[in-house]
Nanobody, 123 residues
């Protein structure tokens, strides 16, 4: 059974930083594409970043590129999202997800999800 457990969310001021973690179990970590999505109240879930399984290639949503960095520790089976220069519009619940294939920018390509961690950026 796949389990994804996020942590690291919280309240931060505009311009601050947070690092989210996602501990994975029950899957072949080094061969799975893992992604981060976020969902703000009243909005659709949106792609943030992803890292592919075998080669560790990273992908970012345009609005996060340069501010957010996705990385992974294969030995710890953990994927991270380092978020810098945070803005009020980054406030959302952030989810970690594991993909079964397909377009990694789309939530429908992911079949395992964590419970989410709240990130609140105050201005």
């Amino acid at each position: 059974q796949v389990q994804l457990v996020e942590s690291g969310g919280g309240l931060v001021q505009t311009g601050g930083s947070l690092r989210l973690s996602c501990a994975a179990s029950g899957l072949s970590f080094s061969s799975k594409t893992l992604g981060w999505f976020r969902q703000a109240p009243g909005k659709a879930r949106e792609f943030v970043a992803a890292i592919t399984g075998s080669l560790g290639i990273t992908y970012y949503a345009n609005s996060m590129r340069g501010r957010f960095t996705i990385s992974r520790d294969i030995a710890k089976k953990t994927v991270y999202l380092q978020m810098n220069s945070l803005k009020a519009e980054d406030t959302a619940v952030y989810y970690c997800a594991a993909s079964f294939g397909g377009n990694l920018y789309f939530p429908a390509s992911y079949d395992s999800w964590g419970q989410g961690t709240q990130v609140t950026v105050s201005s």
